[in-house]
């Protein structure tokens, strides 16, 4: 079993799209749940917007924005191979509760100037509670601009930090940012992602 938290306290990272497109990765591979740990619920009616066009999501979707997080969870994910928590900006309590629930985060990050500057609060949230359960974390750089520096500068930038930054990146691109609401039919860099959480190897194209 995998649980994963996707994580930034700063909105507008992608958190939502990264969790929404994980849980369909990971349930391509087994019993999935995804945890919209956010008020706002983008993921809860991402959801419903699919089944109510006559979709499927592939996936269950529960909403938890709770400060216990780590409790309630223990509820039913035996219930599951993989579970994909969403979590809120903003809310340091919440987030904080997800990550003592999970296996693994995944801090999402644009590499754009503020962005950068504002990802300390998140990695000190991640430092102290890995200390405490042995969190494994990975930052993920999303909305990444392919005609721009921006990405292969921040990569530079992460490498200095020792950050353990994913290889796959999730480029700028409306296939990503106009989803909402739409079954995930291809999930692009994302693929790789999933791959790389999950220790598997990529397949070679002959």
């Known amino acids: 079993m995998m649980k994963v938290a996707v994580v930034?306290?700063?909105?507008g990272s992608g958190k939502t799209v990264s969790s929404f497109h994980l849980a369909t990765?990971?349930?391509?591979?087994?019993?999935?749940?995804?945890?919209?740990c956010d008020e706002q619920g983008s993921s809860l009616s991402w959801a419903s917007a699919v089944e109510e066009d006559g979709g499927e999501v592939g996936f269950s979707v529960m909403g938890?924005?709770?400060?216990d997080v780590n409790r309630r969870i223990r509820d039913f994910e035996a219930d599951y191979e993989y579970v994909v928590m969403d979590?809120?900006?903003?809310?340091?309590?919440?987030?904080?509760?997800?990550l003592m629930a999970a296996d693994v985060a995944v801090l999402v990050v644009p590499p754009t100037?503020?962005?950068l500057d504002r990802v300390m609060p998140t990695l000190e949230l991640i430092a102290d509670v890995e200390d405490m359960t042995g969190l494994t974390y990975y930052v993920l750089l999303t909305r990444v601009r392919r005609i721009?520096?921006?990405g292969?500068?921040?990569?530079?930038?992460?490498?200095?930090?020792?950050?353990?930054?994913?290889?796959?990146?999730?480029?700028?691109l409306g296939r990503y940012s106009d989803s909402f609401g739409q079954p995930i039919r291809d999930l692009g860099e994302y693929e790789r992602v999933a791959r790389e959480l999950l220790?598997?190897?990529?397949?070679?194209?002959?």
């Open 8 to 11: 930034n306290l700063k909105g």
């Open 25 to 36: 990765a990971f349930a391509a591979r087994g019993r999935t749940l995804l945890a919209d």
């Open 64 to 67: 938890l924005p709770v400060k």
């Open 87 to 98: 979590t809120p900006p903003g809310d340091y309590m919440v987030a904080r509760s997800a």
């Open 113 to 115: 100037p503020i962005d």
């Open 148 to 150: 721009s520096r921006e």
């Open 152 to 172: 292969q500068d921040t990569r530079g930038a992460m490498a200095e930090m020792e950050l353990p930054l994913l290889e796959a990146e999730i480029p700028l």
């Open 199 to 206: 220790g598997e190897r990529e397949e070679v194209v002959r």
